[in-house]
Antibody
Framework: EMQLLESGGGLGQPGGSLRLSCAAS????????MSWVRQAPGTGLKWISS????????YYAESVQGRFTISRDNSKNILYLQMNGLRDDDTAVYFC?????????????WGQGTTVAVSS | DIQMTQSPSTLSASVGDRVTITCRAS??????LAWYRQKPGKGPELLIY???TLETGVPLRFSGSGSGTEFTLTISSLQPDDFATYYC?????????FGGGTKVDIK
C-alpha cells in the first residue's frame, strides 16, 4: 500500500526554522510530483508548495514564497520542506501529498500530517 | 485568483440518507474539480476528479456532477464511514484551491 509519513513538526519560535520530512514507500517516488498542503486549527486545506518529479520545478503559495523551500531526494524517497522565518500563522498540520499520475496539483495519496506550532 | 465556495458548511444526516454537497467556483473552471473526504485526525482521501470520475477503489455510492462554476457531490446512501468533512478542490497546471469544507455529522 502506498504510504507517506511526515515528521519534523513541533514547536517553533517566531522567526525561527523547522524542517519537515515526508518518507514515501510502496511506489516509484521519482516518477511523481509531490506537494505540501497545510491545515490551520479548525480550518480548511491550503496548498503551499509543490515540486516536479525530477525536482527541477518548484511552486509556492504567496504566503510562503521566499520563506519556505521545497526539495526532494529521489535516492532516499524523501520530500522536504525547509521552513524559515516562521510566523504565528504558520501554525498548522502539514500534509505531504502525491500527485495523481502526471498531475502536480491533484492528489491521490496523502500522509497523516505533522503538527507545527509557532509560539514564543 | 479563483475562489471555491462550499455549501452547506455543516450538514446533519442519518445512515442511509441521500446527501448532496455543492461547490461553486468564482469563474469557469470547466471540469477541473476534485472531491476529497477527510476523517478526523487523518489526511484527505481522493474520491472524485474531473468533476465526475470516481477514483479507483472508491465506493459507487459517491458520485459527482457539474461543470463550469457549479458542482455537486452526492452520497446515495450515507454509511457510518462517511461522517467526515468533505472538500472540493480546483486544480490546474499551476495552482490548487480548496473549498472551505462541509462537515457531515450524525443527526
Amino acid at each position: 500500500e502506498m504510504q507517506l509519513l511526515e515528521s519534523g513538526g513541533g514547536l517553533g519560535q517566531p522567526g525561527g526554522s523547522l524542517r519537515l520530512s515526508c518518507a514515501a514507500s510502496a511506489f516509484s517516488f521519482s516518477r511523481y510530483a509531490m506537494s505540501w498542503v497545510r491545515q490551520a486549527p479548525g480550518t480548511g486545506l491550503k496548498w503551499i508548495s509543490s515540486i516536479s518529479d525530477a525536482g527541477d520545478k518548484t511552486y509556492y503559495a504567496e504566503s510562503v514564497q521566499g520563506r519556505f523551500t521545497i526539495s526532494r531526494d529521489n535516492s532516499k524517497n524523501i520530500l522536504y520542506l525547509q521552513m524559515n522565518g516562521l510566523r504565528d500563522d504558520d501554525t498548522a498540520v502539514y500534509f505531504c501529498a502525491k500527485g495523481r499520475l502526471r498531475s502536480v496539483f491533484l492528489y491521490s495519496v496523502w500522509g497523516q500530517g505533522t503538527t507545527v506550532a509557532v509560539s514564543s | 485568483d479563483i475562489q471555491m465556495t462550499q455549501s452547506p458548511s455543516t450538514l446533519s444526516a442519518s445512515v442511509g440518507d441521500r446527501v448532496t454537497i455543492t461547490c461553486r467556483a468564482s469563474q469557469n473552471i470547466n471540469n477541473w474539480l476534485a472531491w476529497y473526504r477527510q476523517k478526523p485526525g487523518k489526511g484527505p482521501e481522493l474520491l472524485i476528479y474531473r468533476a465526475s470520475t470516481l477514483e479507483t477503489g472508491v465506493p459507487l455510492r459517491f458520485s459527482g456532477s457539474g461543470s463550469g462554476t457549479e458542482f455537486t457531490l452526492t452520497i446515495s446512501s450515507l454509511q457510518p464511514d462517511d461522517f467526515a468533512t468533505y472538500y472540493c478542490q480546483y486544480y490546474s497546471t499551476s495552482e490548487a484551491t480548496f473549498g472551505g469544507g462541509t462537515k457531515v455529522d450524525i443527526k
